[in-house]
């Protein structure tokens, strides 16, 4: 079973990598077909994952609501939200899911007056707790948390119309920081990034790196 | 001293409100200057002769949507006002409604076609595989539109095989997907590519600016209010530039009296 | 304004607006509804925007159509069968018995990542990003000012990239290189934390613009 569980996952790694590595270097008919269908193949399957991510989170709310877990009543609310939104999306204005989305559909009125406003929402309160957390604690206590403090200050102030009120060298400022030592520190991270990913990658082709099994046997 | 230090955070959060609609509602101008890296793009744009095609990456979902939609909304203009053939698809499931808003939103205002002018390839996973499938066959990536019709007979993608023959694409973007781009798309079907993407990623897309790899960038709400300014649509974003502003002092006016006063009380306790 | 699903969509959007706000008081079942009933949609739409977008177009029509459908004109793709299955197997990760297929998907996905990353990062992220950090100083149209530019770019890509270095003792040159190189990231972290107030500010602005426009209808 060995051989199943663990010799033929690394066996497939190793040729898909080997494979598609060379592929690149490769520009003949043939080869440019196995790419367009591997990856045909590969979106296929990551059109999959979707459901793993359903899966996970209707299990997570269902165990919620099963051992009545403090404020269990919310994630009622998770099922209410998704249960009604499939309905409307099956029933499909009337012509149901095994024909062509229809538009202007209730489905759609989910989306544009649940989804969009509150996904909008949440994500703009980080607003106000960047603001309270600016005031509390971005301290000019080293010397390199003050470069941090003024950069950011310049990046702010160059970066709205009002910087252009106060100086015009403020908006020159902030561009010179974006676009010298922004773009080497960005440029060094990205390197050693990149670096890293094809180390990684290597491992993953030679059977080093295996956290992608999974536990067990 | 001390004692301002620890003000009720809720105090802070009022002011922020306050001077969000205040300055929203008091109509002052304030001067929207173009930079360098959006005035690329949309020199791009112009510099296309009528007919050509644009794809637009819709990369982001309703989370990023006060920044990227008016980006999204002033790009279209330019196109459409330009008789551009534009081709909108996305990586995120959350963006086909906001994509498809934008588009017919925006074509309605010029008299365009869907089908013959623009079209909606919706939303497919796969990321990178998904990239370098429209780099070797459009077709084999999207068989069917958005809604449902098969796209070899969609007048607006005649001409297009795969992604060698877009004239220009345009990624807005609220995650990684502008470096997938780069890395599987441009760099092997050499297309001209521009990005648009959340503030929060504009300082880490300056390395593909100045490499070029990148020809232009429209950064946050900024960005896109630069871009309404160029095209004279003046709306939501250059709007939205006066509480930004507002905001933004009010926020460093923040941090230099918190910074004074820890500072002050430091003395005092050392005193 | 006449009573539409659109009016009325307005005040439910305004509605649940204003119910994630309150959470800035503090936090409350209001909150809590609306960010989970807002969970839920989410999930909802994405599984049918996964039908209609992928399964169907992809899978469906290609082949399970032309299988069972008379008037079908196309042939059944029955390559297709191959991702259909590693698809599945992927699914059985959560089955005790057979969780062991899914590591055939996941070796194929992972394998296949990392196949077609290589020579590409190589390409775009390295080679395309040492070129400009290599330019000449001097050719004759620079100022002194970008050509000291140049010249700092270099020193800030070289000293980060020895911060990062932790197999080597960052002492003596190595030491004095380093400590640049943190400046260069301070300064960088400075430029991201300004970027990341103005974006968090940006949706702010979106959701009260929303609010004055066009729930109460205040702003033209």
Wanted: aromatic share 14%.
């Amino acid at each position: 079973m060995n051989f199943f569980k663990r010799t033929i996952p690394l066996l497939i790694a190793f040729v898909m990598g080997v494979l598609m590595a060379m592929q690149y270097y490769v520009p003949h008919k043939l080869s440019q077909d196995l790419l367009e269908i591997v990856t045909r193949w590969d979106r296929i399957i990551a059109g999959f994952a979707v459901f793993i991510g359903a899966y996970s989170l209707f299990h997570l709310h269902w165990t919620r609501i099963k051992r009545r877990v403090e404020g269990w009543g919310y994630s009622v609310f998770v099922y209410f939200g998704a249960i009604i939104t499939l309905i409307f999306g099956l029933i499909n204005g009337g012509k149901f899911f095994w024909n062509d989305k229809q538009d202007g559909t209730m489905f759609d009125w989910f989306y544009y007056y649940i989804q969009v406003p509150a996904g909008a929402t949440i994500f703009s309160i980080l607003a106000f707790f960047i603001a309270s957390a600016a005031y509390r604690t971005f301290r000019a206590r080293t010397r390199e948390s003050t470069v941090l403090l003024i950069a950011a200050i310049l990046v702010m102030l160059g970066r709205v119309p009002i910087g252009n009120y106060i100086s015009q060298y403020i908006p020159a400022v902030a561009d010179w920081i974006m676009a010298v030592p922004n773009l080497a520190a960005k440029r060094g991270i990205l390197l050693g990034v990149s670096l890293g990913a094809i180390a990684t990658s290597l491992k993953i082709i030679f059977g080093i790196e295996r956290s992608y099994l999974g536990g067990g046997d | 001293m001390e004692r301002f230090l620890r003000i009720d955070r809720r105090f802070i959060f009022a002011i922020i409100t306050v001077a969000v609609i205040i300055s929203l509602i008091l109509q002052f101008e304030l001067p929207v200057p173009e930079s360098e890296p959006v005035r690329r793009i949309y020199e791009k744009v112009e510099s296309l002769p009528k007919g050509s095609h644009i794809m637009i990456a819709f990369d982001y979902d309703p989370s990023s949507k006060e920044e990227l939609q008016p980006m999204a909304i002033a790009f279209l203009h330019h196109c459409f006002s330009r008789d551009l053939k534009v081709i909108g698809m996305t990586h995120y499931t959350g963006a086909s409604g906001l994509a498809e808003q934008a588009m017919n939103l925006v074509a309605k205002e010029y008299q365009k076609k869907y089908g013959e002018d623009y079209v909606f390839l919706g939303y497919k996973p796969g990321g990178a595989s998904l990239i370098i499938n429209m780099g070797e066959n459009l077709y084999s990536a999207f068989p069917k539109d958005f809604y449902g019709n098969d796209t070899t007979t969609l007048p607006a993608l005649q001409d297009i095989d795969s992604l060698r023959n877009i004239d220009y694409l345009l990624d807005i973007a609220a995650g990684t997907t502008i470096e997938t781009w780069l890395v599987y798309g441009k760099e092997k079907y050499k297309f001209e590519l521009g990005a648009g993407c959340t503030a929060v990623m504009g300082p880490d897309m300056y390395p593909f600016l100045q490499s070029k790899q990148l020809n232009g960038l429209l950064g946050g709400l900024k960005g896109a209010a630069e871009y309404e300014a160029l095209i004279n649509k003046k709306s939501f974003a250059v709007s939205g530039m006066r509480p930004q502003s507002v905001v933004h002092m009010l926020i460093i006016l923040f941090v230099i009296f918190g910074n004074v006063v820890y500072f002050a009380s430091r003395r005092t306790r050392h005193a | 304004m006449p009573f539409t699903s659109h009016s009325f969509g307005i005040i439910l959007g305004a509605g649940l607006t204003l119910a994630i706000y309150s959470f800035l008081y503090q936090d409350n079942p209001a909150f809590k509804i609306a960010e989970n009933l807002y969970v839920g949609v989410s999930l909802g739409y994405t599984i049918i925007i996964t039908w209609f977008n992928f399964l169907k177009p992809d899978l469906y029509d290609p082949l399970i159509v032309p299988v069972f459908s008379k008037a079908a004109t196309k042939e059944p793709q029955y390559a297709l069968l191959i991702p259909s299955l590693l698809g599945i197997f992927m699914l059985l990760r959560f089955s005790k018995s057979l969780s062991w297929l899914s590591r055939w998907t996941f070796a194929f996905v992972v394998g296949l990542g990392a196949g077609i990353s290589i020579p590409r990062v190589i390409s775009a992220f390295i080679l395309q990003q040492i070129k400009p950090s290599l330019q000449p100083v001097f050719s004759g149209s620079e100022t002194i000012f970008s050509s000291i530019d140049t010249l700092l770019i270099l020193l800030g890509v070289i000293s980060v990239l020895i911060y990062f270095i932790f197999s080597v003792e960052h002492k003596g040159a190595i030491g004095k290189l380093s400590k640049i190189g943190i400046w260069f990231l301070m300064i960088s972290f400075g430029a991201s934390f300004g970027y990341t107030v103005m974006a968090r500010v940006s949706l702010l602005i979106g959701r009260i613009q929303f609010l004055l426009k066009d729930w109460l209808g205040i702003l033209q």
